[in-house]
């Protein structure tokens, strides 16, 4: 009687467990990262930019390249993120009881619970090409980059959601009698947990420049972005100790792989605007389609009744397993992601004749958006804004430096350990260097950083009586990235061997 009781308990637990493991733990919602040149590495705010990086940022701007032709400008850069998370599962109340203090916190528990769960991936290469073709009346331009990725980002200790998730169902079974008086000792629980993220999503993008008034352009672009990405949970060697009783069962292990891919676009809307010659303004619109994600299990073996609970539908593909029996259902073949709506405005402006500052800013629309109903986890609003001042210290070189601030907009308690989504300030430092008329190089530097969230839960499952369960977790992060890059002219105005428009009016300066 006792263990039909624990099963009910355990099935019950895994199901609460599983409300929030939406697909914001199969795949990053942090979005488009914003590092798609040196330039904006080292200044941070290129939403004004008039070079070969506009056909990302500010595409309107290229009909205002002071070098007409070809321009190519090629960068890659090396990219490092670490992921921090703790959990404090600390208190638990069954009805008709009073919260008291969790089991496995008493004196007596040996531990088994890792200080802090971590993920760290380092991206080694991630490239950017832009090609632009400038008449000075109109510009052609390609990009291709890659707009989101996780380089098999690994978590060695898995996530705190799993250990909940075994630790509540002992928690359930102890909080059964008094808390207050019950004698029974939770002694040990260990478990061996790990997960690892792949992710890539590229993207491509054609369009188009024109200058409509000698101080005014406008642009309009299309953006095709190819998603893949793939899921790796292990849990192994799930015991516990209670009262001296050692209980470890191979039926609680997990092996669990699934991947997913999709295709969907954007398209993009660009006003530039330079009144005085010094002065730049660019705005930019774009707005992302939903993707309809198809998953593919390539293997699910869980507990059968963590299996049983459905709570890990979300890793099942909607065909049945080779080497079990669905019960709780086959999940879902498709999952739906949409980036949200984005503004973005910057302004470029040199204040001395060697001396330039720029200013931008991003919004979103983050809860307008169809992402199976986890668009209600966002505020109205996502935004970012920042400054840079750069100095030309030379004709034909430069020194930079830019911060700026994110906000995504997620509701506090909707973040989660797999991606937390937590705010940052970044600061870039870097230099660039006319080498001649045709040939640029730029290098440049980035740290952001996250500071720590703490956040409250509360927990519900309900058996024999409702059972609140009270958690802390605390999320940090860290992101370094240094990127070189160089942009070639062809053709134009820096065919004939002359100074191109950039040294000369450097020169004036």
């Known amino acids: 009687m006792k263990k039909r009781f624990y099963i009910m308990i355990l099935i019950a637990v895994t199901m609460t467990a ?127 980059g890659v707009m989101q990725a996780a380089n098999g980002m690994y978590f060695p200790n898995g996530l705190a959601v799993i250990d909940w998730g075994n630790l509540a169902t002992i928690e359930s079974q102890l909080a059964m009698t008094d808390p207050d008086v019950n004698t029974n000792v939770l002694e040990s629980f260990s478990s061996d947990a790990d997960a690892t993220r792949t992710e890539y999503f590229i993207g491509g993008t054609l369009g188009a420049a024109y200058r409509v008034l000698d101080w005014m352009s406008v642009s309009l672009g299309g953006r095709y972005i190819r998603y893949s990405g793939r899921m790796e949970i292990n849990v192994r060697d799930v015991a516990y100790v209670v009262d001296g009783t050692y209980d470890k069962d191979p039926d609680k292990e997990w092996d669990i792989d699934t ?42 073996k869980v507990n059968p009744l963590i299996e049983t609970s459905g709570s890990l539908n979300l890793f099942k593909d909607g065909t049945p397993g080779e080497d079990m029996v669905y019960t709780g259902g086959n999940g879902d073949s498709t999952f739906m992601m949409q980036y949200p709506m984005q503004f973005n405005l910057g302004v470029s402006y040199f204040i001395l004749k060697s001396l330039k500052v720029e200013v931008s800013g991003e919004l979103t629309l983050r809860n307008l958006r169809d992402m199976d109903g986890r668009e209600d986890d966002y505020k109205t609003f996502g935004y970012r804004y920042g400054g840079a001042v750069e100095w030309w210290f030379m004709k034909n070189a430069c020194i930079s430096a830019g911060y700026s601030y994110n906000d995504f907009g997620i509701k506090d308690d909707k973040r989660n350990e797999a991606d937390p989504l937590l705010p940052s300030h970044t600061i870039g430092a870097g230099m660039g260097f006319v080498i001649s008329d045709r040939f640029d190089f730029n290098v440049g530097a980035s740290y952001e950083y996250f500071p720590s969230k703490g956040v409250y839960s509360t927990e519900y499952t309900n058996v024999s009586a409702p059972t609140y369960h009270y958690l802390y977790k605390t999320f940090d992060e860290k992101r370094i990235a240094i990127a070189v890059g160089l942009t070639y002219r062809f053709l134009g105005s820096s065919a004939d061997g002359s100074e191109s428009e950039a040294m000369k009016k450097m020169e004036v300066r």
């Not at 969907?264 to 992302?288: A, M, R």
């Open 18 to 144: 599983g409300q929030d493991l939406s697909a914001s733990r199969l795949y990053q919602e942090s979005g488009i990262i914003p590092n798609h040149s040196v330039e904006y590495v080292r200044t941070l705010n290129r939403s004004a930019s008039i070079d070969a990086d506009a056909a990302f940022y500010n595409p309107a701007g290229l009909a205002f390249m002071e070098n007409t032709g070809l321009s190519v400008m090629f960068s890659s850069q090396t990219y490092n993120v670490r992921k921090e998370h703790t959990m404090d599962y600390y208190s638990i109340e069954l009805e008709p009881f009073v919260p008291v203090q969790t089991f496995h916190t008493r004196s007596g528990f040996t531990g088994g619970l890792p200080d802090y769960y971590y993920a760290e991936t380092v991206a080694p290469v991630l490239p950017d090409l832009c090609v632009v073709y400038n008449t000075k009346e109109w510009a052609a331009y390609f990009h291709v």
């Open 259 to 300: 991947s997913y891919s999709g295709n969907g676009g954007s398209v993009c809307l660009g006003l530039h605007f330079n009144p005085i010659s010094d002065l730049h303004i660019g705005f930019k619109s774009e707005y992302f389609t939903p993707v309809k994600m198809t998953k593919k299990t390539n293997t699910f």
